[in-house]
């Protein structure tokens, strides 16, 4: 983990033309994404490839890692489960998945590109002609410290997508070993059900609590659920939900 002085941070919504700016208070992410062996650990999970950030895990899966990992330190459990509904209890100090404000402020350490550094040396990439992610840290790090924030697997965040039109998705961030420039980007916004698993989309771990009910980090319940009540027009480029 990597321990970060909170700042502000500009989100940009691309599809939707909006961008929003949120301050951050001090917060820890991990130096890079969870690997096979971290969780064949927590859950038992057997992995071939043990410096290899796990992939084919759902955000509902990287949340109960999450969970594991905080009782293992014996530190408070962040998230309460009931079925699929997950709750975040803001002010507890254990492990969860970062918002999207912390992954991209995290990820962009004071860079105001779409890349922090030139993305044949920060980034695995379709240039790289890779066919699977490979292992954490063979690339260089950002000037946070941290390893593989863009490129060779995307990773799960906390917020939703757009509850607007895709009710439960969630987003993940920071562009796969098969993508090209234009996705591997600090910007770059995608999202799945939290159900489902793809064999490029990982996650890293943060830490941090925050004196607060429903809203920490840039991300807010209140705004989501008013989103969803109003709904909007689907934007240009968007695919429909299926």
């Given at each position: ?49 043990p ?34 509904d ?41 240039a ?45 961030r920071?562009g ?62 968007w695919?429909?939900?299926?």
């Amino acid at each position: 983990m990597v321990a970060l002085s909170g700042g502000a941070v500009t989100l940009h919504d691309a599809r939707r033309r909006q961008r929003r700016t949120t301050v951050l208070e001090d917060f820890e992410i991990g130096v890079f994404a969870v690997t096979e062996e971290q969780m064949a650990e927590m859950l038992g999970i057997s992995g071939t490839h043990p410096r290899r950030p796990v992939v084919e895990v759902s955000w509902l899966r990287a949340v109960r890692f999450c969970n594991a990992a905080s009782e293992w330190e014996g530190r408070e459990p962040v998230y309460t489960l009931d079925g699929e509904d997950v709750t975040w209890k803001v002010d507890a100090d254990g492990y969860r998945l970062p918002t999207e404000a912390e992954w991209e402020y995290a990820c962009r350490a004071g860079s105001t590109g779409p890349h922090y550094g030139p993305l044949a040396d920060v980034a695995w990439t379709s240039a790289d002609g890779v066919t699977a992610p490979q292992d954490v840290g063979l690339k260089l790090p950002n000037l946070n410290g941290m390893l593989d924030t863009l490129g060779n697997v995307w990773e799960w965040c906390w917020d939703h997508l757009d509850t607007a039109r895709y009710d439960d998705y969630r987003v993940f961030r920071g562009g796969g070993f098969a993508d090209d420039a234009w996705s591997v980007r600090a910007g770059t916004r995608r999202g799945g059900a939290p159900r489902m698993h793809h064999d490029d989309v990982g996650f890293r771990v943060a830490r941090g609590g925050f004196d607060a009910v429903d809203e920490a980090q840039g991300w807010s319940a209140r705004a989501d659920r008013e989103r969803a009540a109003v709904g909007s027009p689907l934007p240009s480029g968007w695919t429909p939900r299926r």
